[in-house]
Each structure stands twice: as structure tokens, then as C-alpha cells.
């Protein structure tokens, strides 16, 4: 049950990392030189680390799934 529990109060810290890394990428590609020296905005990591992020979240989301739908069931049976 600890897995549980951590996957499901972590899962919205990692959506709120993605978001700000998509934020991030979004306004570094709409901005000029100048504009991003006024903002101060650094260079925004790769495409790499999105996709990263993007497949720990579907692994912790099916081992999220897997816990709560599946390993009871397989508890209930033995």
C-alpha cells in the first residue's frame, strides 16, 4: 500500500514538472534573443527529457493501475 500511496502524491508533482518544462520550451521557441534576455528565461532542456518524463509518468501510472486493479484480484484468488 506504501507504493500506492506514494504514486499518487507524487504522479501531480511530476505533471506539475511537465507542465513547467512545456511552458518553459514554449516560450523560449516564441521569443526573440532580446526578449529572452529581458525575461531572463535560460535555454530549456531537450526533447529528451520531456520524453523521459513522459514515459515515467506511464510507467507510474500502470503500476499505479497494476496495484489497484489487478494485484487484489490476484490476492482474492490464492
Known sequence: MECEDTLKTTTPL???VILTWLTDSYVYARTT????AVLGSPKP???GYGI????ALFVMQGILNFSFLIFPRL????
Open 52 to 55: 523521459g518524463l513522459a514515459v
Open 33 to 36: 534573443e532580446a526578449q529572452r
Open 75 to 78: 490476492c482474492a484468488t490464492t
Open 45 to 47: 532542456k531537450g526533447i
Open 14 to 16: 511530476l505533471n506539475k
